[in-house]
């Protein structure tokens, strides 16, 4: 249990930010592990996603209106208006999310898994750009909401579950993503100046961040998430990196997800106490 009343200056309290083509309702396994370990979990949504997976397919078009530094604020305003800094993780473009974030000086640990890269890093795997095929092939859907088939969506998420798991998965969890994300994702590292996904790998005084990889991960495989973790190697703020062999971009789901689970929670609480009491830089 989380003793926050013998320690008023510990963290009570875990933001779990979710991906695109998902919803909270993806974080819904993880929120009863942390609570009942006495931890008060919030799963906020993407401004105008406060509707849920049913309504979304049905009528994506708060979806189609998401612009990217919208729901960094509103992310920010989530956590800002708390006691105390919570642990922050993420999931795929929530890893992102993540790390913008920490990097505005938001939470007391973060831990981005699965994570989407910030601007500046340049890995494109065949198996991400594939995933990604569908939303790029067409420059109209940068304005659109664009969704996976259930095939589509066994490959990216669930491809080490057998078909008729990972057509379960997509029942319960699949809804549209914005195509502007995606293509913004892209276009960063090619648009001069910084863009709307940038961070400050530099900057010394961020909360520590812990990067878990799935390593049968095909739309953010190992490779992604270990260059976006040396961009890091100029701060002296902690940044470490785990993978976890075998498992897909659906990892906070699948067989195995309590011990990622676990495992994130423990380095972020470690993390969290060495950094206020000025150990971990």
Do not use: C
């Not at 989380?2 to 933001?15: F, L, M, Q, R």
């Not at 890091?232 to 971009?249: K, M, N």
């Amino acid at each position: 249990m989380a003793d926050n009343d013998a320690n008023p200056s510990s963290v009570d309290t875990i933001v779990l930010i979710h991906g695109l083509w998902m919803t909270p309702r993806s974080w819904e396994r993880w929120v009863e592990r942390y609570t009942g370990k006495g931890y008060r979990v919030i799963t906020p949504t993407y401004p105008g996603m406060e509707v849920g997976v049913e309504a979304l397919r049905d009528n994506p078009s708060p979806i189609e209106r998401l612009r990217v530094p919208e729901t960094v604020k509103h992310l920010e305003r989530v956590v800002g208006e708390m006691e105390r800094p919570p642990i922050i993780m993420g999931h795929s473009a929530g890893g992102l999310f993540t790390q913008i974030l920490l990097d505005h000086g938001f939470g007391a640990a973060g831990v981005a898994i699965d994570s989407a890269p910030p601007e500046g890093v340049r890995v494109l795997p065949f198996s991400q750009m594939r995933v990604v095929f569908p939303v790029l092939r067409n420059p109209a859907n940068r304005r659109r909401a664009v969704g996976f088939t259930p095939e589509q969506f066994h490959y990216a998420f669930a491809n080490t579950l057998d078909e008729e798991d990972s057509a379960r998965v997509y029942e319960r969890y699949h809804v549209p993503a914005p195509g502007r994300f995606v293509w913004e994702s892209v276009l960063a590292n090619i648009t001069p100046g910084h863009q709307n996904t940038y961070v400050d790998f530099g900057n010394g005084g961020r909360p520590p961040l812990l990067f878990i990889a799935g390593g049968a991960d095909h739309l953010m495989p190992p490779s992604v998430n270990k260059s976006n973790m040396r961009h890091y190697r100029g701060s002296a703020a902690v940044t470490e990196y785990t993978e976890f062999p075998g498992r897909s971009h659906y990892t906070v789901g699948e067989d195995g997800w309590e011990e990622v689970a676990d495992y994130a929670l423990d380095w972020a609480v470690r993390h969290a106490q060495r950094d206020r009491q000025g150990l971990g830089r």
